[in-house]
Nanobody, 122 residues
Framework: QVQLVESGGGLVQAGGSLRLSCAASGRTSNYAMAWFRQAPGKERKFVAA????????YYADSVKGRFTISRDNAKNTVYLQMNSLKPEDTAVYYC????????????????WGQGTQVTVSS
């Protein structure tokens, strides 16, 4: 069983930065970890993914060059560094753990955190 706890969300002005954290408990070493987000009234969408073992990453086009996903194996924590934030980045951000491959498909992920709110003001 894997448990995920997100933190680091908040209110920031456009152009600012935030770093989200996802603390994982349980066996995650063979998993890919990902961040998804859900804006009000919209479907949840993929943001970024990373593999624990190799550190390989994958990003949605909308965040490429602005967001960076990383992991700290010793702390069993995944991070999402978000720079140059835009109002359209406003959403609840969810951490997920799942397949052994990098995937942007929500149904591939088995475990989810409770989400953390990110609000970007213009």
């Amino acid at each position: 069983q894997v448990q995920l706890v997100e933190s680091g969300g908040g209110l920031v002005q456009a152009g600012g930065s935030l770093r989200l954290s996802c603390a994982a408990s349980g066996r995650t070493s063979n998993y890919a970890m990902a961040w998804f987000r859900q804006a009000p009234g919209k479907e949840r969408k993929f943001v970024a993914a990373i593999r624990w073992t190799y550190g390989s990453t994958y990003y949605a086009d909308s965040v490429k060059g602005r967001f960076t996903i990383s992991r700290d194996n010793a702390k069993n924590t995944v991070y999402l560094q978000m720079n140059s934030l835009k109002p359209e980045d406003t959403a609840v951000y969810y951490c997920a753990a799942g397949p052994r491959w990098l995937s942007m498909v929500e149904s591939d992920y088995d475990y989810w955190g409770q989400g953390t709110q990110v609000t970007v003001s213009s």
